[in-house]
């Protein structure tokens, strides 16, 4: 009985051999000889700046356990913009590549049509709420030349950023730990109205801009507002609009009530007459 169990040990062993030999080997060897055309980089890339065939090449590796989303094609990366840093070597995966303009102020990167970023100048401490403005905040822009003003146009402003005079991120939302310098505010972009905008600018060159916050990480209210601001400056620069919205308004609520009003009136007549007559 041992030598029978001996002999089937051997001959599942041979069997296994003959399976590793003839079909897992050459399976594997196939696939480590076998050739993969991929993009590599050949000069460095930093985040941010695009992929061309100055700084990258088309060239042939082994194809074993290559990464799934690895670039084949120069025309399939071209133009496109590094989201990391990339050294010399490196393979292009689809994760470190992006079709829009990489940049560390992420809301520049999705301005609404019809509206513009512009910058205005935190010319006093005071005058730029004290280094506390966030990127989202809400803001009233006053005017002041020989008297303070409030400016309808400016009344609620959204902040896309907060910059130092070297034009770098502040973020006053994080507190400077002891060895480090804590960061001075020195302009201020917003999202505009080309209207506001030209406002904006006239500030700038004439008095000084004094900021004061609305809201703050409240989204509902700050859409509100800023549809509020939108209407304001329909009601000023575009009020043949506003009329030709309001005109349409009235002919749809005439045109919704009409049927109503019709149903009333056959129900009424239909009523007169049914009704008994009174004797």
Do not use: W
Not at 134 to 156: K, M, N, S, W
Not at 226 to 234: C, I, P, R, S, V
């Amino acid at each position: 009985m041992k030598l029978n169990n001996r002999f089937i040990f051997g001959i599942l062993s041979l069997l296994l051999a003959a399976v590793i030999a003839f079909v897992a080997l050459p399976t594997i060897a196939r696939q480590t000889n076998g050739k993969e055309e991929i993009v590599r980089i050949t000069q460095p890339v930093l985040k941010g700046e695009q992929i061309s065939s100055e700084n990258a090449e088309v060239v042939e590796v082994g194809g074993y356990n290559l990464p799934s989303n690895i670039a084949h094609q120069l025309s399939d990366v071209n133009g496109l913009y590094a989201t990391a840093d990339l050294a010399v070597g490196d393979y292009i995966l689809t994760s470190k590549i992006s079709s829009v303009p990489v940049s560390s102020d992420v809301a520049l990167n999705s301005i609404p049509s019809g509206k513009v970023a512009i910058s205005l100048t935190v010319k006093t401490l005071a005058s730029g709420l004290s280094d506390k403005l966030q990127p989202g905040d809400i803001i009233r822009i006053y005017h002041f030349l020989d008297t303070a003003a409030e400016v309808p146009e400016l009344r609620f402003v959204k902040v896309l950023s907060v910059t130092d005079s070297d034009g770098i991120n502040v973020d006053n939302a994080k507190e400077p730990t002891e060895d480090e310098e804590k960061q001075q505010s020195a302009t201020i972009t917003v999202l505009a109205s080309p209207e506001q905008a030209k406002i904006i600018t006239g500030l700038e060159n004439d008095g000084v801009a004094h900021v004061a916050l609305i809201s703050r990480n409240n989204d509902k209210l700050a859409d509100e507002l800023l549809a509020e601001q939108d209407k304001t400056l329909q009601e000023i620069y575009f009020p043949e609009t506003l009329i030709e919205e309001e005109a349409a308004d009235t002919e749809n609520s005439d045109a919704e009530g009409e049927p109503q009003e019709t149903v009333n009136a056959e129900t009424a007549q239909s009523t007169n007459e049914t009704a008994p007559s009174a004797e």
